[in-house]
C-alpha cells in the first residue's frame, strides 16, 4: 500500500497530500500536466517524488502513471468561479477528468483510491443555520464550481459502486495554510489584506481548514482500512469580521478594513464586474458566486472524520497566521 500516485501534486492540496506522504514513508509518483514548466515541478522535486507528465482528458497519459501503484489520491481539479465558456473549462474537466483518472486506476488494479471533492458539493448550511454533514449534497447550485464537484462526486460513486472501486472522498471547506506556489480563490484574500486591498468587510462566513490538515485527512482515509464514504475537514466558520479580528490580533501592521459592506453593495459590484468579462477580463466577483456564498451561513459537522479518522486539525489562529506569514515570505505571491 505505500507506493501511490498523486495527481495535481503542485496544487496547495496535491503539494501537500504529496510532502505528507513523503514523510510517512511513502513512494509517491506525482503528476503534473507538463513536466517541462520548472514552476510546476521544482517544488516536487525538493521533495524528492517521482514527477510524470498526466491529464486528466488525455485517458492515454494515465493508463501509464497507475501501473505498478497501489493506491490513488485524485487531488487534480480545476478550482475557479468563473471562466468565459463554463462548460469547457471548469464543468467537463471536473467531471470527465475524474471519472477518466478512476477508469485508469481501476484498470490498473489500483487498490484504494482518495478523491478530492469539496464542501462545494455539500452545501453551506441548513435550515436556520444547522450544520450540513456527509449525507447533504448541493444539488440544487447552479454555480459553476459548485456545480462541477457536486457532478463529478456523483459520477464517482456512481463508477465506483459499478466498478467495485474501493473509493473514499474528502469533502474539504476553503483551504488555506502555507505551502502553496501560486494563489487560489481561497488564499487571495490573504494577499488582499496584506496590500490593504480589503476595503470592507464582505458579508460571508468562511468555512476554512488548513492544507496540512487536509492533508492528515487525506492519509488517514487511505491508512484506515474501515474507513468508507465522505468525510468533511473544516476547522472553523468565521464570519469575515471574525477573520479580520483575527488578523489584527495576529499583526496589528496589517490594514485591515473596519466596516460592513452591505449585502446589495456586494451585488451592485458583482453586476458591474460583468463588464469585465465582456472584454474578456476575469471579474474579480460574479452574481452567480454572490447566490452561492454571500450572506448566507455557513456550518459543517466534522464528527465523522475526528470520530473514524482521529482527524485533529490545527487551531485556525496558527494557521491564518502562518498563511499570511507565508505570502509575505514570498514576494512572488504578494
Known amino acids: 500500500m505505500k507506493r501511490v500516485v498523486v495527481t495535481g501534486a503542485n496544487g496547495h492540496v496535491g503539494y501537500s497530500v504529496a510532502k505528507l506522504l513523503v514523510a510517512r514513508g511513502y513512494d509517491v509518483r506525482a503528476t503534473v500536466r507538463d513536466t517541462s514548466d520548472p514552476a510546476k515541478t521544482a517544488h516536487l522535486e525538493a521533495l524528492g517524488v517521482e514527477i510524470a507528465q498526466a491529464d486528466l482528458m488525455r485517458p492515454e497519459t494515465l493508463a501509464p502513471v497507475m501501473e505498478g501503484r497501489d493506491g490513488l489520491f485524485q487531488v487534480a481539479a480545476v478550482y475557479r468561479s468563473w471562466a468565459r465558456d463554463p462548460q469547457r473549462e471548469i464543468i467537463e474537466p471536473s467531471i470527465t477528468g475524474g471519472i477518466n483518472v478512476l477508469r485508469a486506476a481501476h484498470a490498473a488494479g489500483v487498490g484504494r483510491v482518495v478523491f478530492t471533492s469539496s464542501t462545494a458539493a455539500v452545501g453551506r448550511a441548513g435550515p436556520d443555520g444547522a450544520p450540513l454533514s456527509e449525507a447533504d449534497w448541493n444539488d440544487a447550485s447552479r454555480h459553476p464550481y459548485s456545480y462541477a464537484k457536486t457532478e463529478a462526486e456523483h459520477r464517482a460513486w456512481a463508477?465506483?459502486?459499478?466498478?467495485?472501486?474501493?473509493?473514499?472522498?474528502?469533502?474539504?471547506?476553503?483551504?488555506?495554510?502555507?505551502?502553496?506556489?501560486?494563489?487560489?480563490?481561497?488564499?487571495?484574500?490573504?494577499?488582499?489584506?496584506?496590500?490593504?486591498?480589503?476595503?470592507?468587510?464582505?458579508p460571508i462566513t468562511y468555512g476554512l481548514v488548513d492544507a496540512r490538515d487536509v492533508a492528515q485527512g487525506h492519509v488517514l482515509a487511505y491508512e484506515t482500512r474501515q474507513a468508507r464514504g465522505r468525510y468533511i475537514l473544516c476547522t472553523e466558520c468565521l464570519p469575515a469580521a471574525e477573520l479580520v479580528a483575527l488578523v489584527r490580533d495576529i499583526d496589528p501592521t496589517i490594514a485591515v478594513p473596519t466596516r460592513q459592506a452591505a449585502l446589495w453593495q456586494v451585488r451592485a459590484l458583482a453586476r458591474l464586474e460583468q463588464f469585465r468579462s465582456w472584454f474578456g477580463r476575469e471579474p474579480r466577483l460574479t452574481p452567480e458566486t454572490v447566490r452561492e456564498y454571500l450572506g448566507k451561513p455557513t456550518n459543517y459537522d466534522t464528527s465523522k472524520a475526528r470520530r473514524e479518522l482521529g482527524w485533529r486539525p490545527r487551531p485556525i489562529r496558527q494557521t491564518v497566521r502562518d498563511t499570511l506569514e507565508w505570502v509575505r515570505d514570498h514576494p512572488e505571491l504578494l
Do not use: C, K, Q, W
Not at 474539504?172 to 470592507?200: C, K, N, Q, W
Open 159 to 202: 463508477f465506483a459502486e459499478e466498478s467495485g472501486l474501493d473509493l473514499l472522498v474528502i469533502n474539504p471547506t476553503a483551504v488555506i495554510g502555507p505551502d502553496f506556489h501560486r494563489h487560489t480563490p481561497s488564499t487571495a484574500p490573504y494577499r488582499m489584506l496584506l496590500r490593504g486591498e480589503l476595503r470592507r468587510i464582505p
